[in-house]
Structures are given as structure tokens and as C-alpha cells.
Nanobody, 122 residues
Framework: QVQLVESGGGLVQAGDSLRLSCAAS????????MGWFRQAPGKEREFVAF???????NYADSVKGRFTISRDNAKNTVALQMNSLKPEDTAVYYCAAQLGPGSRWYRDYIYWGQGTQVTVSS
């Protein structure tokens, strides 16, 4: 089992930045691909970014150039640096872990955090 805990969410204005963190504990390992997803009220869970065990990254088009995902395997943490935030980025953000090469499909992830709220006002 792997436990994931997100932190760093909050209320910001459009154009501001936030940095989300995800701390992993339990049977962790650098072989997990780590992803960030988000879900707005009334909408499906949406892919944001993932990073593989070899630090390859993949981003949704909507956040490319604004968000950066990174990981520190020694500390078992994953971060999502979010710049130039927009009101449409408002959602609950979830960290997830996958035993595989990384995926944009949320059902491929087996471990999930509880989520952290990000609200961007215009």
C-alpha cells in the first residue's frame, strides 16, 4: 500500500502561482509513475501531468507551458508548480501513483491522495 497526501492548495487570483506537493509513504518506490489530476464540480476527473520513474514528463495541453511537474525520489515527493493560473484551473487536485510508464487515463492509477482545493478568482 502507498499513502499519498497532497498539500499546497488555496485561493489565489488569476495570474498568481501555487506549488502543490504530494508526499508518499508506505511501500513507495521510484518505479512508480506519479500523476496529477483535477476535478471541478460537475466535471469528470481530468489529467494534468505525469512524471515517470526516469523523470520523463507529459502535460495536458491546457497546462503546458504554465505547469511543471517534478519529483524527488529520495524524499518520496512529487510537486506541481502552477504559474499563470486561470479561473478555469479551479478544481480539486489529486496526486496519484501508477505501477507503470505513466498514463493520461485516471483509471490506470491505483493509489490516490485525498485531494487539495485550488481556487483561482478572476
Amino acid at each position: 500500500q502507498v499513502q499519498l497526501v497532497e498539500s499546497g492548495g488555496g485561493l489565489v487570483q488569476a495570474g498568481d502561482s501555487l506549488r502543490l506537493s504530494c508526499a508518499a509513504s508506505g511501500r513507495t518506490g521510484s518505479y512508480y509513475a506519479m500523476g496529477w489530476f483535477r476535478q471541478a464540480p460537475g466535471k469528470e476527473r481530468e489529467f494534468v501531468a505525469f512524471i515517470t520513474s526516469l523523470h520523463s514528463t507529459n502535460y495536458a495541453d491546457s497546462v503546458k507551458g504554465r505547469f511543471t511537474i517534478s519529483r524527488d525520489n529520495a524524499k518520496n515527493t512529487v510537486a506541481l508548480q502552477m504559474n499563470s493560473l486561470k479561473p478555469e484551473d479551479t478544481a480539486v487536485y489529486y496526486c496519484a501513483a501508477q505501477l507503470g510508464p505513466g498514463s493520461r487515463w485516471y483509471r490506470d492509477y491505483i493509489y490516490w491522495g485525498q485531494g487539495t482545493q485550488v481556487t483561482v478568482s478572476s
